[in-house]
């Protein structure tokens, strides 16, 4: 069993300090929702994980199924009304008063908790099997809520930061919640406690809910299907609409399809094949929501407040070699005993740590791969179609989900071991990771890794950021240093950039096959090839027009002395051809590097890799097209390179 809010989110309450505690405890346009989310989460997992060690500690078997078979059922009940009820309820989210729904919404809960604590009292599991049901239907119609009215409660500059304490609180939420509904499993009289406490939990949530700020941004315009299969194939298609979101939406779904399949065999692969007992189950859920936790704080601090797909490649990679290794972990356990066992006696089990960390990095790195592309809808959508949106994602998740559900039956049915069921889905999912990377975020990946590199090699300070458009076409023209300059250009730079690069260098062994997914240009003098030369312009054409940034050495080579070296025409011809801004940058502080012609020559000798070398980056303010002079941006630029530094944005994380 699982939780959908169990994949959501961003990062916990730490870093900067705008990050501070004051957001959730005192500023009133965000603490009411953030309390009542929270509540929300908990109480879904304080109830979904004692149903769940209930079913598997129990033996419960329905229909003829095993409890196991039961448990992956479960999980295709409780997604099965995001597919019915999303697209009228993005609607509903879109048409009325958000703060006003998310308050029946939350009447709901506590009707549907009240059923569910006659369900536990009378050990009736058909009875929960139905509230089950219902708590999917209300989180299905909260859910766009949840994170439409985000948008219209803070700023810009704040949505991330939001996202960030939505996401840290639910994953706190789901930690308790899962750990409360483990526990209450293995007490005397759980039935009562689980009954009151879900009751209580939900009753208080209405309270919160009273006070989430109305944002009066009804769209009285858009017309409410309660039909529910046309507005459905509506919204698909709305989804489908920009084709970068789209991949996002599938990108999500993915994690549903494979975090779906490992919560629901994870109750039995500890039982079955660890030997482990509730406490022991509950600790493995646990684990997996700590590092869904961890994940989501690294991807806010590797991200430095924009939006990063970046990542998402490596982070399914990762994701599929831990989940391969919890594979030959439990294809290999050796362990036999007549009784489960405690924690501490799990623990003393060979290979015992080793299981927790696959999980607790399978999770980890999971919060990576989810986070930035929840974030790029949000980003990428329009204020009146993010419900919708987010509706839309969610009935995506939700095939993706009963597939997984119906996969996890069918390979049971056949007999087939939960290690190998996880051995399988982690080979699929490593194949995935280079698709994702290959066909949809290639250029994003390598500007993520050339930030890394960076980070790693450099110590980058930074002046005139703001100076940097986060939308729209323009043009970097920067001096030209050390073979590395484009990747301390890229990391200052809100989106993925196109290089022109040397035609020579670009064919060079192995070349295009990388430089082809980070989109570089191949560029020739009209002596060495003029055919080469018109492609280069046409594609840095079209990379304009597409509203790309493109970026530009206007030397035409690297200094060999240290020297800027006087500016070519081209970036003229270019502008002329399409009139966008241009961007001076200057870079100082990388001649002398490993990478520069300064003293062996580039590459040779050995790269200090125990003292980051001090770079400064100066962004200038942006030029005009109509005001581009060669000899000025050259000069303002090596301007640049001779200012009194002082005062600089310090590039590395706080």
């Given at each position: 069993?699982?939780?959908?809010?169990?994949?959501?989110?961003?990062?916990?309450?730490?870093?900067?300090?705008?990050?501070?505690?004051?957001?959730?405890?005192?500023?009133?346009?965000?603490?009411?929702?953030?309390?009542?989310?929270?509540?929300?989460?908990?109480?879904?997992?304080?109830?979904?994980?004692?149903?769940?060690?209930?079913?598997?500690?129990?033996?419960?078997?329905?229909?003829?199924?095993?409890?196991?078979?039961?448990?992956?059922?479960?999980?295709?009940?409780?997604?099965?009304?995001?597919?019915?009820?999303?697209?009228?309820?993005?609607?509903?989210?879109?048409?009325?008063?958000?703060?006003?729904?998310?308050?029946?919404?939350?009447?709901?809960?506590?009707?549907?908790?009240?059923?569910?604590?006659?369900?536990?009292?009378?050990?009736?599991?058909?009875?929960?099997?139905?509230?089950?049901?219902?708590?999917?239907?209300?989180?299905?119609?909260?859910?766009?809520?949840?994170?439409?009215?985000?948008?219209?409660?803070?700023?810009?500059?704040?949505?991330?930061?939001?996202?960030?304490?939505?996401?840290?609180?639910?994953?706190?939420?789901?930690?308790?919640?899962?750990?409360?509904?483990?526990?209450?499993?293995?007490?005397?009289?759980?039935?009562?406690?689980?009954?009151?406490?879900?009751?209580?939990?939900?009753?208080?949530?209405?309270?919160?809910?009273?006070?989430?700020?109305?944002?009066?941004?009804?769209?009285?315009?858009?017309?409410?299907?309660?039909?529910?299969?046309?507005?459905?194939?509506?919204?698909?298609?709305?989804?489908?609409?920009?084709?970068?979101?789209?991949?996002?939406?599938?990108?999500?779904?993915?994690?549903?399809?494979?975090?779906?399949?490992?919560?629901?065999?994870?109750?039995?692969?500890?039982?079955?094949?660890?030997?482990?007992?509730?406490?022991?189950?509950?600790?493995?859920?646990?684990?997996?929501?700590?590092?869904?936790?961890?994940?989501?704080?690294?991807?806010?601090?590797?991200?430095?407040?924009?939006?990063?797909?970046?990542?998402?490649?490596?982070?399914?990679?990762?994701?599929?070699?831990?989940?391969?290794?919890?594979?030959?972990?439990?294809?290999?356990?050796?362990?036999?005993?007549?009784?489960?066992?405690?924690?501490?006696?799990?623990?003393?089990?060979?290979?015992?740590?080793?299981?927790?960390?696959?999980?607790?990095?399978?999770?980890?790195?999971?919060?990576?791969?989810?986070?930035?592309?929840?974030?790029?809808?949000?980003?990428?959508?329009?204020?009146?179609?993010?419900?919708?949106?987010?509706?839309?994602?969610?009935?995506?998740?939700?095939?993706?989900?009963?597939?997984?559900?119906?996969?996890?039956?069918?390979?049971?049915?056949?007999?087939?071991?939960?290690?190998?069921?996880?051995?399988?889905?982690?080979?699929?999912?490593?194949?995935?990771?280079?698709?994702?990377?290959?066909?949809?975020?290639?250029?994003?990946?390598?500007?993520?890794?050339?930030?890394?590199?960076?980070?790693?090699?450099?110590?980058?300070?930074?002046?005139?950021?703001?100076?940097?458009?986060?939308?729209?076409?323009?043009?970097?023209?920067?001096?030209?240093?050390?073979?590395?300059?484009?990747?301390?250009?890229?990391?200052?730079?809100?989106?993925?950039?196109?290089?022109?690069?040397?035609?020579?260098?670009?064919?060079?062994?192995?070349?295009?096959?990388?430089?082809?997914?980070?989109?570089?240009i191949p560029i020739a003098t009209r002596r060495e090839s003029p055919?080469?030369?018109?492609?280069?312009?046409?594609?840095?054409?079209?990379?304009?027009?597409?509203?790309?940034?493109?970026?530009?050495?206007?030397?035409?080579?690297?200094?060999?002395?240290?020297?800027?070296?006087?500016?070519?025409?081209?970036?003229?011809?270019?502008i002329k051809r399409n009139p966008v801004p241009v961007i001076p940058l200057a870079i100082d502080g990388l001649w002398g590097s490993f990478?520069?012609?300064?003293?062996?020559?580039?590459?040779?000798?050995?790269?200090?890799?125990?003292?980051?070398?001090?770079?400064?980056?100066?962004?200038?303010?942006?030029?005009?097209?109509?005001?581009?002079?060669?000899?000025?941006?050259?000069?303002?630029?090596?301007?640049?390179?001779?200012?009194?530094?002082?005062?600089?944005?310090?590039?590395?994380?706080?």
């Amino acid at each position: 069993m699982f939780s959908r809010a169990q994949f959501r989110g961003t990062s916990f309450l730490f870093g900067r300090t705008h990050l501070s505690l004051e957001f959730i405890f005192k500023d009133r346009r965000f603490w009411p929702l953030f309390w009542t989310q929270f509540l929300g989460a908990m109480n879904d997992n304080f109830f979904k994980n004692a149903l769940v060690m209930l079913i598997t500690y129990k033996s419960i078997s329905l229909m003829g199924l095993s409890s196991a078979s039961v448990v992956a059922m479960a999980g295709g009940v409780f997604i099965f009304p995001f597919f019915l009820f999303s697209a009228t309820a993005g609607q509903i989210a879109d048409r009325y008063e958000k703060a006003t729904v998310i308050r029946y919404t939350k009447i709901s809960e506590f009707l549907i908790m009240f059923v569910a604590a006659l369900g536990f009292y009378f050990d009736s599991y058909q009875m929960l099997m139905f509230v089950l049901f219902c708590m999917g239907a209300q989180s299905a119609f909260f859910g766009p809520l949840k994170y439409g009215i985000l948008p219209n409660l803070l700023k810009t500059e704040e949505l991330v930061t939001g996202n960030a304490f939505v996401g840290g609180g639910t994953f706190l939420a789901i930690l308790i919640g899962t750990i409360l509904g483990g526990l209450a499993t293995t007490i005397e009289g759980a039935s009562v406690v689980i009954g009151i406490g879900i009751l209580l939990v939900s009753f208080i949530g209405i309270l919160t809910s009273k006070k989430v700020i109305n944002v009066n941004n009804a769209d009285e315009s858009i017309k409410v299907d309660y039909t529910f299969i046309k507005p459905t194939i509506d919204i698909i298609k709305l989804t489908a609409k920009n084709k970068k979101v789209f991949y996002s939406v599938l990108g999500i779904s993915w994690f549903w399809f494979l975090g779906a399949a490992i919560l629901s065999v994870l109750p039995g692969l500890v039982k079955d094949y660890f030997y482990g007992d509730q406490s022991v189950g509950t600790l493995f859920l646990a684990t997996f929501t700590i590092g869904m936790g961890l994940g989501s704080f690294f991807c806010n601090k590797l991200s430095f407040k924009r939006v990063e797909v970046g990542m998402v490649p490596l982070a399914a990679l990762f994701m599929g070699i831990f989940l391969f290794d919890m594979y030959l972990v439990g294809n290999s356990w050796q362990g036999v005993t007549d009784e489960l066992l405690s924690i501490s006696a799990y623990l003393e089990e060979e290979n015992s740590i080793r299981a927790l960390i696959d999980l607790l990095l399978v999770s980890a790195f999971g919060g990576m791969f989810i986070i930035p592309q929840f974030a790029y809808i949000q980003h990428e959508t329009p204020e009146n179609e993010v419900s919708r949106i987010i509706a839309g994602n969610n009935i995506w998740n939700t095939i993706f989900m009963v597939v997984a559900a119906v996969l996890i039956m069918v390979m049971d049915s056949m007999g087939m071991t939960i290690p190998k069921i996880l051995g399988i889905f982690a080979f699929v999912n490593i194949i995935f990771s280079f698709i994702i990377y290959y066909f949809v975020y290639s250029e994003e990946a390598l500007r993520f890794l050339g930030w890394i590199i960076a980070k790693l090699m450099y110590k980058v300070e930074v002046k005139g950021r703001e100076n940097m458009p986060q939308d729209g076409p323009y043009v970097i023209a920067s001096n030209h240093v050390s073979f590395v300059d484009w990747i301390l250009v890229m990391s200052v730079c809100p989106r993925p950039v196109r290089f022109v690069i040397d035609h020579t260098y670009y064919n060079a062994p192995m070349g295009p096959f990388w430089f082809d997914q980070a989109r570089l240009i191949p560029i020739a003098t009209r002596r060495e090839s003029p055919e080469v030369l018109a492609t280069a312009y046409e594609e840095m054409s079209k990379a304009l027009d597409e509203n790309h940034i493109l970026g530009i050495f206007p030397e035409g080579y690297l200094t060999r002395n240290g020297k800027m070296r006087a500016f070519q025409p081209g970036l003229t011809k270019i502008i002329k051809r399409n009139p966008v801004p241009v961007i001076p940058l200057a870079i100082d502080g990388l001649w002398g590097s490993f990478f520069s012609h300064s003293g062996k020559g580039p590459l040779k000798g050995l790269p200090s890799i125990f003292k980051r070398r001090k770079v400064k980056l100066t962004i200038g303010e942006p030029m005009l097209p109509e005001q581009l002079d060669m000899k000025i941006l050259e000069t303002k630029i090596h301007a640049h390179l001779e200012i009194n530094h002082e005062g600089l944005e310090e590039f590395v994380s706080e």
